[in-house]
Structures are given as C-alpha cells and as structure tokens.
C-alpha cells in the first residue's frame, strides 16, 4: 500500500523547523501533503493563502510534496484524501500533552490512522512560529529561523522595513 502523509498544521509561518520535519518525511513517506488549517477562530498573521504561497516557494525543491489547506477535523481531511499517516513534530516535553491528546482523540475518530511524530534537528526544538512572530514584530532577525522571502514578508507585515 502507497505510504500517503497529511503534515498538518498552522504554519504561520513555515519556519526552518517545519522544512527540517519535511526533509526527514520525505524519505519515509511516497506521497506527502503539507495541508494549511483553516482555522476561522485563531487568529493569524497571514492568511491562509499567504501562508499556503510561502510554503511552495518554502518546499519547491521537494517533488514528492504537495500543499493544500483544509478545514473542518483533520481526520475527514485524511478521508477524503485517502491518507494513513499524520505526520508532527515533538519539540519538547511542552508538546506531548497537546500531541498526545491529538493522537488519541484523532484515532478513536479514524482506526486506520496513525500519527508518526518526529523529533527535528536539536538546533530547531526551541523554534516556533509564534516565537518568530515575537522576534518579528519586534524588529530582531529571523534570519536563522526562516527563509529569507519569509523574514521580508515578516518585515512587510511589521512594517520594519
Ligand atoms: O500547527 P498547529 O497549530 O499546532 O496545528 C494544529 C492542527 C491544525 C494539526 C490541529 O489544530 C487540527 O488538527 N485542527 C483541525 C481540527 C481537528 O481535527 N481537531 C481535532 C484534533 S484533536
């Protein structure tokens, strides 16, 4: 059976982190979908479309990755696109309670799901995009956490040109 993955998440925005993740599925994984959520409730500092724009100039390089948006349960996501796996990362101890809770909500909605979590680089465990976002806003370099067009449409967004 081809080995279909959903890496879900907000991505706002796709940070060294995120592609560190990506690399290392897209050995694992034949096919691989980064899919936006689209959450009418969080608010965001780019769209989604914005968003869904960076991540494929982000992941151009990859040819077995794709990019989609979603919204509604991710588990009716992974249905409709005929997915297994569900793929996340694990930074720190911080995120294993939200993660865990996921994975097990996830798959008593879905049996044939399975999340794959995946440990990044140690450089990248301290990296978020709300921390990014903090950094940004406050006019330091994001230089070392995102691609250089994604640290000029921070700069746009603040303003710190
Ligand atoms: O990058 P994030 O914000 O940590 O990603 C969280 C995401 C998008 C994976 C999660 O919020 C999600 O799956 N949302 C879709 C709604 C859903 O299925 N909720 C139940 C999951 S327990």
């Known amino acids: ?9 907000s991505f706002d925005p796709i940070t060294f982190g995120h592609l560190d993740l990506l690399k290392r599925s ?4 034949d096919d691989l979908t980064i899919a936006v959520v689209v959450n ?8 989604v ?5 960076m991540i494929k100039m982000a992941t ?5 990755v ?3 948006k979603f919204d509604g349960l991710l588990v009716d996501y992974a249905k409709k696109v ?22 097990l909500v996830n798959r008593s909605l ?10 990044p680089s140690v450089e990248y465990t301290y990296l978020s995009s709300s921390i990014v976002r903090e950094v940004a806003s406050l006019g330091g370099d994001v230089s070392g956490f995102v691609s250089t067009f994604i640290a000029g449409k921070l700069k746009e967004k603040f303003n710190n040109a």
């Open 66 to 68: 794709k990019i989609d």
């Open 40 to 47: 009418p409730h969080k608010k965001a500092l780019f769209t």
């Open 82 to 103: 005929k997915a297994n796996v569900i793929i996340r990362g694990l930074r720190a101890i911080a995120d294993f309670e939200y993660e865990f809770q996921m994975a």
């Open 49 to 53: 479309d914005e968003r869904v724009a």
């Open 110 to 119: 879905y049996k044939p799901l399975d999340m794959v979590y995946m440990m």
């Open 26 to 29: 897209c050995k694992l994984f």
């Open 1 to 9: 059976m081809k080995k279909k993955a959903i890496y879900p998440g």
């Open 60 to 64: 151009k390089k990859y040819r077995n």
